[in-house]
């Protein structure tokens, strides 16, 4: 049984499918499975925004795979670490959270790196196209701890 990781953001496509290939090329698949998803619906089963394909591409990674989904209550069942990019993520996935132990597998995903700051991933759709650089340069760090610390608890 893989270890199962979910990324969350508003709209499953700019910053947690950048999130999920990022990480995902981090970790041996065997092990791990990586995934994300939106707290919002609206861009169910489209493909992640070009801006993030490209940047992804860019760095040698094809996301263009990715479709976006909305986040689920079971999915506090399906997977063992939630990681969000925003307080406003967090506040809308913990709200569905159906106990506490389903709450503790929730992280705002800076807080790997920088421990109880709740610093957030900047939502970069709305933005200039080099949000989409330090987007991914954010996640890229990030995940390196991530991946650290998921390859020394679980193999
Ligand atoms: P994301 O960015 O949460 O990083 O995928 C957004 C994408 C779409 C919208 C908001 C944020 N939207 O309002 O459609």
């Not at 493909?47 to 976006?68: C, E, H, M, Y």
């Not at 709450?103 to 995903?109: G, L, N, T």
């Not at 970069?124 to 991946?147: H, T």
Request: aromatic share 8%.
């Amino acid at each position: 049984m893989p270890v199962k990781i979910l990324m969350v953001c508003l709209g499953n496509i700019c910053r947690s499918p950048l999130a999920e290939g990022i990480l995902q090329s981090k970790l041996p698949s065997e092990l791990f499975l990586v995934d994300s998803a939106g707290t919002g619906g609206w861009h169910a089963g489209e493909q992640p925004d070009k801006r993030s394909i490209v940047t992804a591409k860019n760095r040698g990674l094809d996301i263009s795979k990715q479709r976006a989904r909305q986040f689920k209550k079971s999915d506090f069942d399906s997977f063992d670490y939630i990681y969000v990019m925003d307080r406003s993520n967090y506040q809308n996935v913990i709200a569905l959270a159906p106990n506490e132990l389903a709450k503790e597998k929730v992280s705002i995903i800076l807080n790997e790196s920088f421990p109880t700051q709740n610093l957030e991933v900047p939502d970069p759709y709305y933005g200039e196209p080099d949000g989409f650089e330090s987007v991914f340069d954010l996640l890229d760090n990030v995940c390196n701890v991530i991946a650290e610390k998921l390859k020394s608890k679980h193999q």
